[in-house]
């Protein structure tokens, strides 16, 4: 079984950042970051487990963190679950997810 944990631990430090951060923060970009990042990750984990298309909705700064905390861990499910058969590698997945949050935590929160 594949290890998720270090992309479960990328998205909760982001998270929990974007939790803290003040609002003049979120609202110079670092919740539409936020925002852009968690609607990447529901993207792929949809693919990965075979769903329709939808698009996360915009619920507000102040809950953008929780957003990206869902699907970051919503994704780590479907990486972890996913059949080794399918398409991408569940590994390069992961990695690619890992490095994504870490950039949209760099442009988000310096």
């Known amino acids: 079984m594949l290890d998720t944990s270090p992309l479960t631990a990328a998205v909760e430090r982001f998270a929990d950042r974007l939790r803290a951060a003040p609002q003049s923060r979120l609202q110079r970009g670092a919740a539409a970051e936020g925002l852009a990042l968690a609607r990447e990750l529901a993207d792929r984990a949809r693919h990965l487990e ?48 890992v490095r994504l949050v870490g950039e949209a935590e760099r442009r988000a929160l310096g």
């Open 50 to 97: 075979g769903g329709p298309p939808r698009e996360l909705p915009e619920a507000g700064i102040f809950v953008v963190g929780d957003q990206v905390a869902v699907a970051g861990r919503d994704l780590a499910e479907a990486v972890r679950t996913a059949p080794r058969d399918a398409g991408t590698a569940p590994s390069v997945e992961l990695d690619e997810a």
